[in-house]
């Protein structure tokens, strides 16, 4: 079973993501993220990018996580493929993420994201350690 699948939304698209910690969590989330924009066998991990990010609540962090990772793949024309998380916590994370530049000659696109909402939005740590989320992409 996949950490992460996606959910029918009317005009959106959703995500449920599970990790066995918060930091699994978060690059499960990313990966999810990547592999919903781009096919990721026709990127190469060419460039990396630190990201180091605070909020005040997880929920918070957690869609900061995922609209950053957005905003760097728009501005810098990027396609990524793949997320390390190097620290985090429920309010602060530092993460390095891998790709290469946009080439669409290479790439084949699925979807273009614009961006996280906090619609339906749920990041819970179970009773066990685990973590759970959900959310709702704007396309």
Known sequence: MKP?????????MGMV?????LSELLTHAAQGLFEAIAVLETVDETVSVEIHLTADSVEELFVAWLDELIFRHETEETFFKRAEIQQCS???MSATVYG???NFDKHAVYTEIK??????????EKSDGSWFAQVI???
């Open 100 to 102: 290469e530049p946009t």
């Open 137 to 139: 992409f704007d396309l």
């Open 4 to 12: 992460y699948e996606y959910l029918e939304h009317t005009a959106d």
């Open 17 to 21: 993501v599970r990790g066995k910690d």
């Open 90 to 92: 429920e309010t602060e």
């Open 115 to 124: 961006g996280v909402t906090y619609h339906q939005l749920q990041v819970v």
